[in-house]
């Protein structure tokens, strides 16, 4: 296991050069804006609708009004584009010519696997947290609950980590 961190470096430099990281993360940040935009559009037109009412509505808040919708469209694009986060991991090793050399090496399959994995992990990570502007944002102009945002970034993480 301690060719565990070489390897992992090895992956990771091989997708920050290559322009598939880059592809899903821009399309990924383009939805999710979209969304976030339109989720903020949405809340504002009832909020000024429930404006004019005497009643007060319970559950109208940004966090389950603009967040919750927007965590459950990033698992829905992400479902979409995970595949192109894995499936580079063994045919990239394939077209370079470069299984060979790598299943002759002296890492196991144990650590190959684990590398492999936790670069893809790793990468789905940064794409997904590159949204905290989001949250943030909101925090600025109202207030939200931190730890369902923590929460459902948690959540979406391990749902990365099951695809």
Do not use: C
Not at 13 to 25: E, G, Q
Not at 94 to 110: V, Y
Not at 144 to 157: E, N, R, V
Request: proline share 4%; hydrophobic share 50%.
């Amino acid at each position: 296991m301690r060719n565990l961190l070489p390897f992992i470096r090895k992956e990771l430099r091989a997708y920050f050069y290559s322009p598939i990281a880059y592809i899903v993360a821009g399309v990924f940040l383009g939805l999710t804006g979209f969304f976030f935009f339109s989720s903020i559009q949405s809340f504002s037109m009832q909020a000024i609708q429930f404006s004019g009412s005497s009643e007060e509505v319970s559950g109208f808040n940004p966090t389950n009004v603009i967040m919750k919708g927007l965590f459950r469209s990033m698992g829905t694009i992400f479902v979409l584009l995970t595949p192109l986060i894995t499936m580079r991991l063994i045919a990239e090793e394939k077209r370079a010519k470069t299984m060979e050399l790598l299943m002759t090496s002296p890492l196991s399959i144990t650590t190959i696997l684990a590398g492999k994995f936790i670069a893809a992990v790793i990468i789905y990570s940064l794409i997904i947290f590159s949204t905290i502007y989001m949250p943030l944002t909101l925090e600025y102009f109202s207030s939200i609950s931190w730890p369902h945002i923590f929460s459902a970034y948690l959540g979406l993480i391990l749902i990365g980590m099951a695809m």
